[in-house]
């Protein structure tokens, strides 16, 4: 998500004086949220793996947000393609990012029981 937004942006970085509203501040956010819950998540599993589970609700609220979106997005008349992938292909890849977020906050909430 980092890279993907980023690499979206790179025109928006690039005028940062003109263009920073733009700026997907929330996915960096999210994305650093998630990468430093996995590093601290690495040395003490048992009191940090309440902040990956955060981290991952975060980025499956962004994801989610985003999914209904992009369907928004399809269901209106097709503009003109500008990055070389369809519509309907973008909704696919952030349903599926948006079902590994899920199946990761499931899957660190039940390790979390355990």
Same mark, same amino acid.
């Given at each position: 998500?980092?890279?993907? &937004?980023?690499?979206?942006?790179?025109?928006?970085?690039l005028?940062?004086?003109?263009?920073?509203?733009?700026?997907?501040i929330?996915?960096?956010?999210?994305?650093?949220?998630?990468?430093?819950? +996995?590093?601290?998540?690495?040395?003490?599993?048992?009191?940090?793996?309440?902040? %990956?589970?955060a981290?991952w609700?975060?980025?499956?609220?962004?994801?989610? +947000?985003?999914?209904?979106?992009?369907?928004a997005?399809?269901?209106?008349?097709?503009?003109?393609?500008?990055?070389?992938?369809?519509?309907? +292909?973008?909704?696919?890849?952030?349903?599926?990012?948006?079902?590994?977020?899920? +199946?990761?906050?499931?899957?660190?909430v039940? &390790?979390? %029981?355990?």
């Amino acid at each position: 998500m980092l890279c993907a &937004e980023t690499c979206l942006h790179a025109g928006s970085i690039l005028n940062v004086s003109t263009e920073w509203p733009n700026l997907p501040i929330h996915d960096w956010v999210a994305g650093g949220f998630l990468i430093a819950a +996995g590093v601290a998540s690495k040395r003490d599993w048992s009191t940090r793996a309440v902040y %990956q589970a955060a981290a991952w609700a975060f980025m499956l609220s962004l994801l989610v +947000g985003a999914l209904f979106a992009w369907i928004a997005e399809w269901a209106t008349p097709p503009d003109a393609i500008e990055w070389g992938i369809s519509e309907m +292909g973008f909704v696919v890849i952030v349903a599926v990012l948006a079902v590994v977020a899920f +199946g990761s906050l499931i899957s660190t909430v039940r &390790e979390r %029981q355990l």
